[in-house]
């Protein structure tokens, strides 16, 4: 929603101070200088990224109409998840997971969570290393090294979406330019003509520039800018997940091992101890 409502603003402001200094905004509609940047802009986004990276993309650019993913309230589940999980190995050991980590999603345990549970990388992360700790086959700095490669890993497929819609973005002035050439072009090839109808082909072609930068500034840069924060949000989360299971390897109890974890979060979404504490409670 705020996506839409900064366009909005955006586009009242522009358009709207432009008729309100006297310009006439029917001489701002050229739709043959929109088909040149947009589609040169469209074709050299083609041209500049492989196939996985397109999917990525279009697959990330619904998400930026949506609010945050990850809230206080997911996070709060996470770590409720995490307690629980860790308590059991603290009282049952080790092998008491085994069921629970191989078939996540009929697990009772896992059922109580269910903003985590529909999250499948999340899941996984989680699996995967406690499966490594049921292993016994990884200390705690090896597993920590494993954690931050992956993670790593995982941040920078997050962040690919975020750099193809920059590189767009600082494309486009230059396509606005590449437009307003053509039309001083054409404009150069009617000189002929009365200087009324000059200037409305000089006016066009300088349209191109205009159309480019705003294009560059007002819409695209700060949508990349969108996708960063929330590939930074996700990231977030498995951070959260790698802090708590090593403090749990590394021997602290769960409680403590969670609140390494809450410690983690930014201020806005960390839940305070004693409203983590009672949820934990009404959890279990």
């Known amino acids: 929603m705020l996506v839409i409502i900064g366009y909005v603003v ?9 008729a309100l200094a006297g310009g006439h905004l029917h001489s701002l509609w050229q739709p043959v200088e929109v088909l040149m940047i947009g589609g040169a802009g469209f074709g050299a986004f083609l041209v500049g990224n492989s196939g996985p990276a397109l999917k990525a993309t279009f697959k990330a650019l619904p998400k930026v109409f949506k609010g945050a993913k990850y809230t206080k309230d997911n996070y709060m589940e996470l ?7 860790l308590g059991k190995i603290r009282k049952e050991g080790l092998m ?12 009772p345990l896992f059922a109580k969570y ?15 290393y406690l499966r490594i700790m049921v292993s016994g086959n990884l200390n705690a700095m090896e597993l920590e090294n494993l954690m931050e490669v992956e993670i790593e890993t995982h941040h920078h497929e997050e962040m690919v979406p975020s750099h193809v819609i920059a590189k767009l973005g600082d494309a486009l002035p230059a396509f606005g330019i590449v437009a307003a050439v053509m039309g001083v072009v054409h404009t150069m090839g009617s000189v002929g003509i009365p200087p009324a109808e000059l200037g409305v082909l000089i006016g066009a072609a300088l349209v191109g520039t205009f159309l480019g ?18 590939a930074d949000e996700s990231t977030k989360m498995f ?19 969670v609140e390494f ?14 409203e983590m504490e009672a949820f934990i409670k009404q959890k279990r």
Request: zero cysteines; hydrophobic letters at 45%.
């Open 114 to 128: 269910p903003k985590i549970l529909e999250d499948h990388h999340v899941i996984e992360f989680i699996t995967d």
């Open 239 to 257: 951070q959260t997940i790698k802090v708590t299971l090593l403090a749990n390897l590394n021997g602290y109890a769960p409680a403590m091992a």
């Open 213 to 230: 930068i705003l294009l560059a500034y007002g819409f695209i840069g700060p949508l990349a800018n969108l996708l960063e924060q929330k």
């Open 261 to 274: 974890g809450r410690k983690v979060l930014l201020s806005t979404e960390r839940p305070g101890f004693t």
């Open 96 to 107: 008491s997971i085994e069921g629970d980590v191989e078939n996540a999603e009929e697990s």
């Open 79 to 85: 770590m409720a998840l995490l307690y629980e999980l």
């Open 10 to 18: 955006v586009v009242l402001s522009v358009f709207g101070g432009f």
